[in-house]
Every structure is written in C-alpha cells, then in structure tokens.
C-alpha cells in the first residue's frame, strides 16, 4: 500500500547531541511537510518542501534544519536537541496543489525524548 | 494569520449516540479547504472529511457529516451513531493554497471518548 512512512518510532538523544529524524513516501507527492506536536497540542509545522524548493515558517527556530534529497526521502535535522524539542515529530505528503489530491497523508510519527 | 479554534477539549458520548464538534477558525482568504482529521491513541492521523469553502453544500461521509456556516466561519463535525473505534483526538484543519505548496493550520483538537 501506499505509505508515508517514518523512521524511528521513537528516538532518544542527549541533550545538545545532533538528531535526524527520515521521512519517506511511496505516494509520489510533490509536497512534504514536518509538523511538531507536543503533548496535547496542535501539529505545529515546521517547514515544507514543493518539490524541492524548501518554505520555512517565520517562527521555526534555526536548529530545525531539514533536507529533501529527492522525491520519496525528506529528513529532520536537530542541530542541538534541547529538553524543549522533545515532542512527536509527524511528516506530512500532499499531491498536487489544485484538484482533490490536497489533503494531507501522515506517518506514523517519530517520538523525540531529550535527556 | 490563520487560527483554528476548538474549544471542547474533551468530550465524551455513550456508543450509538450523536455527538458535535465544534471549530471555529479566522482567515482573510477567500477560497480555502477545511477537514476534520482524526488520531486515535498512538497511531496515525488519518482524515476523517473534507470541505471546500466555496461549496454550500454541507460534506458527509457515512456517519461522519459537516454543517459548515462561511459566514460564520464555523465548521462542526458531527458524528452519528457513534461507534467504539470512534475513539480518538479529532484535529479541525484549515487549508490555504499556495503556489510554493498548500499550508494547513490545525487547531489544538478535542479528545472524544466512545463509552460502551
């Protein structure tokens, strides 16, 4: 079946020590987005990629980095994990901009813990 | 800016009764999509209907069904017959289309309980 799928599920790291999180997809989307979600709180995106252009959001703090080698990967680069960071992490596709393929497909989610 | 605003943060109903869910949200577009996703405990977010605003017709999706007010900007899930599997967090999302890609903004959703 056709998946987004997310690697790991869960992911501990220390403090200040550098993370990536990896997205994949099967669906063929142009678009793929990282959203972070913490305990009871909304998805909060991060930044997109349309192809390979990347869009950041105004307020993504800059240790947020990410990369998108080609169609199906798209990664999530923690420079300095923070205990703040530690939250779920979900990645997002969508196909086209216009037509009924705008909505979102999600994967599993990584679980971030900061020690 | 665009908000999304649920107010119910938790809400529960007894299986095969009706509930609603509220959303409110506040944008200055013109034309946008709105959906209804839902997470159930420790799985992924799956959407649950959509809506495109410049239709007046209310979305339904078996017993899954909208009553969508523009100009209210008011967007209610309503749920029928209310099944066990229904448990889940339920995230109201709003869509704006962008030419660098389409941005969706998701309010802080309602925790639902089906009790037996």
């Known amino acids: 079946d056709a998946m987004v799928i997310q690697n790991p599920r869960y992911q501990v790291t220390q403090f200040g020590k550098p993370v990536t999180l990896s997205c994949s997809q099967t669906l063929n989307h142009n678009v793929m987005y990282w959203y972070q979600q913490k305990s009871s709180q909304a998805p909060k995106l991060l930044f997109h990629?349309?192809?390979?252009?990347?869009?950041n959001e105004a307020d993504t703090p800059d240790n947020f980095q990410s990369r998108r080698p080609n169609t199906s990967f798209c990664f999530l680069d923690i420079r300095s994990p923070g205990l703040g960071d530690a939250a779920m992490y979900l990645c997002?596709?969508?196909?086209?901009?216009?037509?009924?393929?705008?909505?979102?497909?999600f994967g599993p989610g990584t679980r971030l813990t900061v020690l | 800016a665009q908000t999304v605003t649920q107010s119910q943060p938790e809400m529960s109903v007894q299986e095969a009764e009706t509930v609603t869910l509220s959303c409110t949200y506040d944008?200055?577009?013109?034309?946008?999509?709105l959906f209804w996703y839902k997470q159930p405990p420790s799985r992924q977010m799956i959407l649950v209907i959509r809506?495109?605003?410049?239709?007046?017709q209310n979305a339904t999706e078996n017993r899954f069904s909208v009553n969508f007010q523009k100009a209210a900007k008011s967007f209610s899930l309503k749920i029928s017959d209310s099944q066990l599997g229904d448990t889940a967090m339920y995230f109201c999302?709003?869509?704006?289309?962008?030419?660098?890609?389409?941005?969706?903004?998701f309010g802080t959703g309602t925790s639902l309980t089906v009790i037996p």
């Open positions: 999302a709003f869509m704006k289309q962008r030419n660098t890609g389409n941005q969706f903004y």
């Open positions: 990629y349309y192809d390979k252009d990347f869009n």
């Open positions: 944008t200055s577009e013109s034309n946008y999509y």
């Open positions: 809506q495109e605003a410049y239709k007046q």
């Open positions: 997002a596709t969508s196909g086209r901009q216009r037509g009924p393929t705008n909505e979102q497909f």
